[in-house]
């Protein structure tokens, strides 16, 4: 077992909290990791930690520990010791206050949440607590006694499993790093969430680099930024959405995708100045005026639009828009531009600004069906390209650059190897859940992690079916891993992506859908499938690709009756 300090020294006030780390230390796995007096500072309030226990495959506990008798009295808690008896503050809140403060020092350090679970305890290794004594605030299974300490890895454990905040458990790698910490080794070592840190705050450095085009395009009013995935469209769209309110506009921000509007609304919610008048899906933007919501492609396509364009005439002038700002506009329709052109206040010349990449145009919008030719609605806009890719590393942006035009240039750090894990179709969705539990291993949390298929949906995913404001509120909250579809993350990313490829429902959309995930994730992407269907869905550039990453096979630790395997759920 590591003990942080090996040996800790124990001073004639401290004999109470030698008790408890000797029974810890005689009773725990070997595998688990004690530390003792952990100082932690949260703002200018400095907290400590008695003992921090962290349990590979379980979680971790904070523990404050009480010698002498302790006591309660209408809700005040006192000890008796030596120096008589006296008042103390509530242990269990003493525990909770620095398990807060090591919560944030941790995700400073890591650069990541600490999401596993992790237990606020209090021990009182002289002050036998009965069995059913409970009080406000304080569950008995969050206090060890002396009959505790005889059993206490069962009970330790059992406390975190259903008293801990977080919903996972303790990844190995994770807890190396946690230790890493505390005993203040710390040299300048490459860590999943560290290298993703640096690489994400210098992608994001590029991206308000864009500003400029934002300041020189300031005089059109009528424009289509276009550039490829990855080239900080929607950061762009929501700036000048941003511009055009405090210019005292009535602006409308929109979209195609639910999960991007979630995301856009997120955006919006955080400022305090003048905001959109309307954020979000053009289908709701047509309820909101009164347009029935009905059912059917047929209906939202063709029925709705010409509905809400026949609604637009009799607005009266200070419900209509001055200016209208379209994310991922080649989802939008033209006869959804159409309507909302309507909407208005001047349709000739009110302001207009499409972000786009016409090669994900995933949904066919702008395909004619009867002469083959495309139908573009924004072909009469200015034209500004942005060529630049400033999400993804380059050696992940190198295995869609086939998919993103001639003037495609990746401008992110080199990053780590593409993974490839080679299987059949038929076994991509297992296979994927193993690569979810391996990268927990190695370090990642699980809110850095998207896996997405690119046809039949994860259980995981299915479950949230009839209840897509919590699906979609679970992916903002970044606290979990995120299960979705290629098609429902467009315009969204994280630090690693697994893009599970197990199958395609038309081969005539697979290339634009292998576009769309291959560049969904910022740091690390692993792709998941039979490299031959990926080669012929995604042509030869992609083959090549595929040459060039790295091949993987999900290594998983072995179960073991002391430590569980960490879940990925």
């Known amino acids: 077992m590591e003990c942080i300090p090996e040996e800790p020294m124990f001073g004639d006030g401290q004999l109470a909290e030698k008790a408890v780390w000797e029974a810890l230390r005689a009773q725990l796995p070997d595998d688990v990791i004690l530390a003792h007096s952990v100082q932690v500072r949260h703002g200018r309030a400095e907290h400590e930690i008695d003992i921090l226990v962290l349990w590979p495959g379980v979680g971790l506990a904070a523990i404050e520990v009480k010698g ?5 009295e209408q809700g005040q808690w006192y000890q008796s010791d030596r120096q008589g008896r006296h008042r103390i ?22 650069g990541s949440p600490l999401v596993s679970r992790f237990a606020y305890m209090a021990a009182f290794p002289y ?8 009080m406000n605030g304080v569950p008995r299974p969050l206090v060890l006694d002396p009959n505790d300490l005889a059993d206490v890895s069962e009970r330790l454990r059992a406390a975190i499993e259903t008293q801990a905040q977080g919903g996972s458990p303790l990844a190995p790698n994770y807890a190396r790093r946690i230790a890493r910490l505390l005993s203040g080794n710390l040299e300048a070592e490459a860590t999943p969430a560290l290298t993703a840190l640096e690489l994400e705050d210098h992608q994001q450095q590029l991206t308000e680099r864009q500003k400029v085009l934002l300041d020189s395009s300031r005089s059109i009013p009528r424009a289509r930024f276009v550039g490829g995935a990855g080239s900080g469209k929607t950061w762009l769209a929501v ?4 511009r055009l309110a405090k210019e005292g506009k009535r602006v409308g921000l929109f979209c195609y995708n639910k999960g991007l509007a979630a995301h856009l609304r997120r955006q919006i919610d955080g400022w305090r100045q003048a905001k959109p008048v309307f954020v979000g899906e053009f289908h709701d933007y047509a309820v909101s005026l009164g347009v029935p919501n009905g059912s059917g492609q047929a209906y939202f396509d063709e029925d709705m639009p010409a509905l809400m364009k026949g609604l637009a005439v009799d607005l009266p002038p200070e419900q209509k828009l001055d200016a209208i700002v379209i994310d991922e506009a080649q989802d939008f329709a033209p006869l959804w531009w159409e309507s909302l052109l309507a909407c208005l206040k001047d349709p000739d010349r009110g302001e207009i600004y499409a972000f ?3 090669r994900q145009n995933v949904y066919g919008r702008w395909d004619s069906q009867s002469a083959g030719t495309a139908l573009d609605p924004t072909a009469g806009l200015v034209t500004l390209h942005i060529d630049e890719n400033l999400r993804n590393t380059k050696r992940i942006a190198q295995t869609f650059k086939g998919f993103a035009g001639k003037h495609f240039a990746p401008r992110g750090g080199d990053g780590l190897p593409v ?31 998207a896996f997405l298929t690119t046809k039949n949906r994860h259980p995981v995913h299915k479950d949230f079916e009839n209840n897509l404001s919590a699906y979609w509120n679970a992916f903002h909250d970044d606290e979990e891993e995120f299960y979705g579809h290629v098609l429902g993350f467009k315009g969204l990313e994280r630090s690693v992506v697994i893009l599970c490829v197990n199958g395609f429902k038309d081969m005539g959309r697979a290339a634009e859908l292998l576009y ?7 740091c690390l992407l ?36 002391s430590v569980p395997q960490a879940s990925a759920y």
Do not use: Y
């Open 89 to 110: 503050e509530s242990p269990i809140a003493q525990s909770q206050g620095a398990q807060h403060a090591f919560k944030m020092w941790a995700t400073g350090q890591l």
């Open 356 to 358: 786009m990449d016409e």
């Open 516 to 522: 769309v995930g291959l560049s969904r994730a910022r």
């Open 127 to 134: 002050s036998p607590v009965p069995r059913d004594w409970e």
């Open 68 to 72: 002498g008798l302790i006591s309660v």
């Open 419 to 449: 993974r490839l894990v080679s299987c059949s179709t038929e076994d991509a969705l297992d296979i994927a859940g193993d690569c979810v539990d391996a990268l927990l291993e190695e370090g990642w949390t699980n809110n850095q992690i």
């Open 526 to 561: 692993v792709v998941v499938g039979d490299p031959v269907l990926i080669a012929e869905a995604g042509g030869p550039e992609l083959e090549r690709a595929m040459g060039r990453m790295q091949e993987w096979q999900p290594q998983l630790q072995p179960v073991t009756d």
């Open 239 to 242: 700036e000048k959405a941003k």
